[in-house]
């Protein structure tokens, strides 16, 4: 009887173990018995719930590597193109200054300037000089191909220039105004873009313009936007940028935008006054700010 009772208590427990010496050789497939309702049941039943979980985070992480290498080459690729069109773009900007046409030379040297602020750094905040300064050689290639359908005024504090931003934070703003808010041609349209601080210890962007406006509802659906719908410079929608906002900063942060059908558009970015990192500063040698 000692034997047979030392049986049912030890055979189960051996049992266990050679499946717990399997799973150390890297076998997840294998399951215990757990049909007694002992310790040793129980114990049966925490071991097969375990082992599922691990091949559950074991594929997992397999997903995340193959989705990691996949963005490593898409990220590979987006940066062989633009470096290839900026050296294309450098030379032909050399055959337009030996010809003497300085049109073509200054529209050149702006697209330069915007593939270099894209592709110079993968960091995401940039110094609100930096961001600005793209964002006027980003218009100034927008009023060359819309043939200067519409004037555009920026006005940035210099107080506020060394302050940290994310980057690509105005562009969409922008993007959507000219694309979408200066379509007729019933007026002179205009953009204005001001940064400054406000009476508290933050800084705020506005944009605004007195394009044809948005209806509530559109105002809505943009804020929800991740991506934009349209095959423009980096597609960045303007709902990521109050997300991404909203994730660096905090809920007390983020985009506002108020807009009148036939009178225009205005934009709110309220961000927290921080200052750049000066290890993430990169000098430049010109600057249009």
């Known amino acids: 009887m000692a034997f047979l009772v030392s049986g049912s ?22 399951v215990a018995q757990q049909d007694s309702l002992d310790e040793v049941g129980h114990l049966s039943r925490t071991f097969n719930r375990m082992t599922g979980e691990i091949k559950e985070l074991i594929e997992q992480i397999k997903l995340e590597e193959k989705k990691k290498r996949s963005a ?6 987006n940066q062989i193109n633009p470096h290839f069109i900026y050296n294309t ?24 300037k915007v593939l270099s602020f894209s592709t110079r750094s993968t960091q995401e905040f940039v110094s ?6 793209f964002i006027r050689n980003y218009v100034e290639l927008l009023q060359l191909r819309y ?4 004037d555009c005024k920026i006005d940035v504090a210099p107080d506020v220039m060394h302050y940290r931003t994310l980057k690509f934070m105005v562009q969409p ?4 105004a000219v694309f979408h808010a200066f379509v007729s041609h019933d007026r002179p349209y205009k953009l204005y873009i001001c940064v400054g601080k406000t009476d508290g210890d933050d800084v705020q962007f506005i944009i605004r313009d007195n394009g044809i406006g948005i209806r509530q509802e559109q105002l809505h659906q943009l804020l929800q936007q991740e991506w ?11 709902g990521n940028v109050s997300r991404r906002l909203k994730l660096h900063y905090g809920e007390k942060y983020g985009v506002t935008m108020e807009s009148t059908v036939g009178e225009g558009t205005s934009v709110c970015i309220r961000i927290p006054a921080m200052e750049q990192d000066p290890v993430s500063i990169q000098p430049r040698k010109e600057g249009l700010i």
């Open 9 to 30: 208590i030890s055979n189960p427990i051996r049992r266990l173990n050679w499946l717990m010496r399997k799973v150390e050789k890297g076998n997840f497939n294998v």
């Open 72 to 77: 490593e080459l898409n990220a590979l690729q």
């Open 89 to 112: 773009l450098s030379v032909i900007k050399w055959m337009a200054q030996a010809q003497m046409a300085d049109n073509i030379t200054e529209a050149i040297d702006d697209m330069i």
């Open 128 to 133: 609100i000089k930096e961001e600005m300064e």
């Open 147 to 150: 043939y200067s359908v519409f």
């Open 173 to 176: 703003f922008v993007e959507n």
């Open 228 to 238: 934009s719908d349209k095959e423009t410079m980096n597609s960045i929608g303007i």
